[in-house]
Every structure is written in C-alpha cells, then in structure tokens.
C-alpha cells in the first residue's frame, strides 16, 4: 500500500493558512512573522513533510544534466556503455552524472533521490540485482519524469527499454558447443530474478531443444554473485558431485566462464579437448588469457548511444511517454576462440 506524501496544502489546512504563507515560512521569507514561521516548522517536521523534488525538478527549466545509475563501474560491458552515453550527451550539450550501487537496492533509492534533488532532466538505469519492488521507478514514470532503462529492464508499465538480444547469443553460444561435438553442457547462469539471465537461460535451454536434445534442469547452476571465485568453487562441486559429468559449460558471464575454466584445470581437464568453455560479454581479457575465452559479444557502445538519444528526445518534447512504447533490442555476436573448438 502507497503512503501518501504530505503538501504544503496539509499543512496549510491543518493552520489555516494560505499555501503561499507554508511555503514562505518554509523558506524564510521577510514578511512572515517568527510565530508563524515557528508552527509551520514545527507541524512540518511532525507530519514528516518533505519538499516534493519529483515536482520541483518537473517545473524548472532543463538543466542539461542525465543521471546514470548501473551496477558497477568496474564491469567491462558497463564501462564501453559509459562511452556511448557520454558521446551522445556530450555531443547534444548535456553533462552526465553517474552513480554506481554496488548491487545495492538502498544505493540505488539514495541515487534517485540525490539526483532529483539536483535538478536532473532525466535518468538512465540498470538496476540492481537486489531489485525486485520498482516502485521507487513506477512513481516517476506515473509523474512523467523521463527514464530509458538499459540492460537490465523492468517489467513495468511505461517503462522504455534499451536492451541486447541474450537469447539470440546464449542460443548462438550453445549451438556453437554442440556443433564442436560437447554433448553434456551445463549453463552458469546469472541472477534468477534478472530478465537478463532468464533469456539467457531461454536461449540455451531451446538450444538444446531445436538440436535433439533433452534439457536437465540440473546442468543449470545459479552464480548468483557472477564472481571467477563463485563460479570456481560451484564448477569444482559440479565436477566433483555430479553423476554425469559435464564436458561443456556456458557461463552467464566472462569472470564466471573464467572460474569455471579454472576449476577445470585443477581437476585435471583440459581446455578445450575435454571441456569446452563459452562465456558473455567479451571482456578485454577474453583474448589475452590461455586458452583465450570464446565470447558473446554485446554492442556495449551502441546500447548507451541509443539509450542516451531515446531520453534526451524524452526530455526535449521529440517523442512522449505514452508514444514510444517499442522497446529497442540490439544484436550481439559469437566470437569463437580456442576454448570451445576442438
């Protein structure tokens, strides 16, 4: 259930007053008397009222500043879309604000709120694992308040997405491994809650399907952190407990792949004559490692650019809310290397 914020018009009621003499008092004015000055705070502070900075940052001017709030800096994928945000702000006379939440539903809140509160024009979001309640984004999209969502996407009603087509390279990557001849392939897969792991998992699963074979829903092994350390020690257990072995794994991402390439080399395995190993994203260092990784490759670049033109035509009147309701799905590519091909 909603909690209804309280207006100056609360309190204005409740004192019998005028809006404007609130707001006065609120803001110190000459002309309102200290008495005056002193029950407004006070029943102010009592009622919990807060400056409404959705509709403060809706009635100013534009500032030519977006915010961006993603999951972590350090990812690769996420530092090549940075670029592309900051080309096209850049290039259409916006400054850029970026936060990161570290994976954090309560970062993720402060920087919304930070940003409001700083006159942002728009925002750009890839939310984080913890997120499950998008109410915090719901509220302003009701407001019409412009955000275009990327990579990670909400299902959510009003909500413009800018996203990669996981399925297509997840069913690309696993087709790749069976035609290499890996039979038993075990996905690694992201988040549960995260539509990117879903479609990813999707395309791996119809895979198998579209190729004859009959899916196990054991070969698909949540790493939920997506960490080389995470996935190494789940790939180890795998390799260790498993009745029938895997002679493949698919990895949701690049550090996992890694892990999991790792584990097989302590067990003995080599890579790619026993197993083979794909992972997603294409970091830089799938090609400097030995055996170098194959990769699905996401156009990290674009996705930003188009993102970045998608809410800054939201914010200049180009296109409205309710008009733009196709979501933007970009293609993504298989790199092969040694790792999966035997």
């Given at each position: 259930m909603r909690l209804e914020q309280i207006t100056i018009k609360d309190i204005a009621r409740e004192l019998n007053v005028s809006t404007s003499t609130v707001s006065r008092a609120l803001?110190?004015?000459?002309?309102?008397?200290?008495?005056?000055?002193?029950?407004v705070k006070e029943l102010a502070e009592k009622m919990d009222y807060r400056p409404n900075a959705i509709a403060l940052s809706l009635r100013k001017s534009r500032s030519f500043t977006i915010g961006v709030?993603?999951?972590e800096v350090v990812h690769f994928f996420f530092s090549t879309v940075i670029s592309g945000i900051e080309e096209v702000a850049f290039a259409r006379g916006y400054n850029v604000i970026l936060t990161q939440t570290n994976e954090k539903l309560v970062r993720e809140k402060s920087s919304i709120a930070t940003m409001l509160s700083n006159q942002i024009d728009g925002v750009l979001v890839s939310f984080s694992k913890e997120t499950t309640d998008f109410e915090h984004f719901s509220n302003l999209l009701e407001k019409g308040f412009p955000i275009v969502f990327f990579d990670r996407v909400p299902d959510i009603d009003n909500a413009i997405t800018v996203t990669v087509d996981d399925y297509?390279?997840?069913?690309?990557?696993?087709?790749h491994l069976l035609q290499q001849g890996y039979?038993?392939?075990?996905?690694?897969?992201?988040?549960?809650n995260l539509k990117i792991s879903q479609e990813r998992a999707r395309g791996y699963t119809d895979a198998l399907i579209h190729h004859g074979f009959?899916?196990?829903?054991?070969?698909?092994?949540e790493c939920n952190k997506g960490t080389d350390d995470e996935a190494q020690k789940i790939t180890a257990e795998i390799l260790e407990t498993f009745s029938t072995k895997p002679d493949a794994f698919f990895a949701n991402n690049d550090m996992a792949a890694v892990g999991a390439m790792l584990a097989c080399k302590a067990a003995g395995l080599r890579v790619p004559e026993d197993v083979g190993?794909?992972?997603?994203?294409?970091?830089?260092?799938c090609s400097m490692i030995d055996p170098s990784l194959s990769s699905v490759s996401q156009p990290g670049f674009n996705l930003g650019a188009k993102a970045t033109e998608i809410l800054l035509d939201?914010?200049?009147?180009?296109i409205q809310l309710g008009e733009y309701s196709n979501s933007v799905v970009l293609e993504t590519?298989?790199?092969?290397?040694?790792?999966?091909?035997?």
């Amino acid at each position: 259930m909603r909690l209804e914020q309280i207006t100056i018009k609360d309190i204005a009621r409740e004192l019998n007053v005028s809006t404007s003499t609130v707001s006065r008092a609120l803001k110190d004015y000459p002309g309102i008397s200290d008495e005056t000055k002193r029950k407004v705070k006070e029943l102010a502070e009592k009622m919990d009222y807060r400056p409404n900075a959705i509709a403060l940052s809706l009635r100013k001017s534009r500032s030519f500043t977006i915010g961006v709030i993603i999951p972590e800096v350090v990812h690769f994928f996420f530092s090549t879309v940075i670029s592309g945000i900051e080309e096209v702000a850049f290039a259409r006379g916006y400054n850029v604000i970026l936060t990161q939440t570290n994976e954090k539903l309560v970062r993720e809140k402060s920087s919304i709120a930070t940003m409001l509160s700083n006159q942002i024009d728009g925002v750009l979001v890839s939310f984080s694992k913890e997120t499950t309640d998008f109410e915090h984004f719901s509220n302003l999209l009701e407001k019409g308040f412009p955000i275009v969502f990327f990579d990670r996407v909400p299902d959510i009603d009003n909500a413009i997405t800018v996203t990669v087509d996981d399925y297509s390279g997840a069913f690309e990557a696993t087709k790749h491994l069976l035609q290499q001849g890996y039979r038993r392939i075990a996905h690694l897969s992201g988040p549960s809650n995260l539509k990117i792991s879903q479609e990813r998992a999707r395309g791996y699963t119809d895979a198998l399907i579209h190729h004859g074979f009959t899916p196990d829903p054991g070969f698909i092994v949540e790493c939920n952190k997506g960490t080389d350390d995470e996935a190494q020690k789940i790939t180890a257990e795998i390799l260790e407990t498993f009745s029938t072995k895997p002679d493949a794994f698919f990895a949701n991402n690049d550090m996992a792949a890694v892990g999991a390439m790792l584990a097989c080399k302590a067990a003995g395995l080599r890579v790619p004559e026993d197993v083979g190993i794909v992972g997603f994203s294409n970091w830089q260092f799938c090609s400097m490692i030995d055996p170098s990784l194959s990769s699905v490759s996401q156009p990290g670049f674009n996705l930003g650019a188009k993102a970045t033109e998608i809410l800054l035509d939201l914010i200049e009147k180009k296109i409205q809310l309710g008009e733009y309701s196709n979501s933007v799905v970009l293609e993504t590519e298989l790199l092969v290397r040694k790792s999966s091909v035997r």
